[in-house]
């Protein structure tokens, strides 16, 4: 990890914590903060005014999309513009998704992940699993997840023969987060009724952007949700 030799005392902002907001002194040496008081007194550090501003904790993005593949497109994003966006906005954590191949392990998706985040990042950074493919050998794979640091998993009801698995795969995936402290994250939308409202909308000439939202209605995550729900 990199180390800093310079402390930096951030003098009279309003410093928020998760209980307060005052006006006060904080003193950071190293790469960590060491003290929050008034009037700090400190020889070696470099003062940083703050009157007038906020002190923030750095913000936590769980939900971003970094060089993701999606029916032969990429998101506009990858790891080196994504994390200074990030950054430059007070985010600093962020995590987005993995992708599984089809027939592709857990293993390969996250090892995938990893080749694009490593050497591109700005600030911290971890991943949820997606989910896409399930079977016995990925279902064993998950219970290897959280002693990496990878303790939440994506399932969607969605994109059919692309993405989503069945309800019966949904329901194994939940038992063995269960049994492993894990978080299952759904992607809510009804597959069956998107297919043939999309079908429809082809077919009757209706191309326009407006018709992706057209053809998604919220009482499909209304469905997919209460389904996850029972399960």
């Not at 007194?41 to 470099?46: E, M, N, T």
């Not at 080749?115 to 493919?133: F, I, L, M, P, R």
């Not at 990925?138 to 692309?162: D, M």
């Amino acid at each position: 990890s990199v180390k800093y030799c310079m402390n930096i005392l951030f003098r009279g902002g309003a410093v928020a914590t998760e209980t307060e907001t005052k006006i006060a002194d904080l003193l950071v040496k190293g790469d960590k903060i060491v003290s929050v008081g008034t009037d700090l007194v400190v020889s070696d550090a470099r003062i940083v005014d703050c009157s007038g501003l906020i002190l923030l904790p750095g913000g936590v993005e769980p939900h971003a999309h970094f060089s993701l593949p999606m029916f032969n497109t990429i998101s506009s994003d990858n790891h080196f513009t994504g994390h200074r966006a990030a950054a430059f906005g007070g985010t600093t954590t962020v995590l987005d998704f993995t992708s599984q191949s089809r027939g592709g392990s857990l293993r390969g998706s996250i090892d995938d992940w990893y080749s694009k985040a490593e050497g591109n990042a700005a600030v911290d950074y971890s991943c949820h699993v997606n989910v896409t493919d399930f079977n016995s050998s990925v279902a064993a794979e998950i219970p290897s997840l959280p002693a990496q640091g990878l303790t939440t998993l994506k399932v969607f009801t969605a994109y059919n023969g692309r993405l989503r698995i069945g309800d019966d795969d949904i329901a194994s995936v939940m038992r063995i987060a269960r049994e492993q402290g894990m978080l299952v994250m759904l992607h809510a939308e009804d597959g069956d009724e998107i297919e043939a409202l999309v079908g429809a909308a082809l077919a009757a000439g209706k191309r326009k952007p407006i018709w992706h939202a057209r053809t998604r209605p919220a009482r499909g995550e209304v469905l997919a949700g209460r389904r996850a729900i029972d399960l």
